[in-house]
Every structure is written in C-alpha cells, then in structure tokens.
C-alpha cells in the first residue's frame, strides 16, 4: 500500500506492535491528511482487541480493535477545527474531541460526534 502522508507502522498497537488496520481506513486518512495541508501524529491507532488494556475491558470490539479508528494529535484550536471540519467532509463518521486528540472512525452505524 502506497500513502502519501503515512507509514502503516504509526498505527501499531502501542502494547502488541500489531497492526490489523484496514486498508480502506489508512487510505481515508491520508486524504484527511491531505485535505488538512499540515502534518498530524497519531497517537493511537489499532489497538489489540485482547491486549491492549482498553480493548481488553470491552465485550465488543470497539473501533480501534476493528482496524478503523485513529486518535490524532492536537497542539492548537485551530487545527482541531480543521480536522474536524475535513473529517465531516470526507465521510469519517464518528469524532471524538477532546483537548489534546482528536478521534476519527469509519463505523457503519449512525454518524456521531462526541467530547472527552
């Protein structure tokens, strides 16, 4: 796979090194990246669904152990509006705000949005 703006390998679980992300996904991301005109890190992506202490807890996969979610760095208030902003553009449908990340998914269910 060939993207523009990542390595698949900044999507590693942080406990496992695994990295189950779809395809799909990665590819919406760096258009994402893309559409934002500024570099962004991740700082969670797949997360090992038996592993990793988040996903452990949880008796339903959730959309990081499903290889469709990533949390992105935040360091101001403007970029946190862009990349919402771009991210309601391009289809994401789920986003989490919080101070210091912002979540995005592609879920199949309802669009939603959120705050930490």
Known sequence: MN???FDPSEFNCQVTGHNNMEKDF???????????????????GYRDPTEHPIEAKKEVPGTHAQG???????TNAVFRLKIVT????????????ASDFVHVDTRGTTPVMWVY
């Open 3 to 5: 993207l523009k703006h």
């Open 68 to 74: 469709i979610a990533a949390d992105i760095k935040i």
């Open 86 to 97: 771009k991210a309601i553009e391009l289809g994401f449908t789920g986003i989490g705000i």
């Open 26 to 44: 990665l590819e919406k991301m760096d258009e994402l990246r893309d559409a934002c005109g500024f570099p962004f890190t991740i700082t969670s």
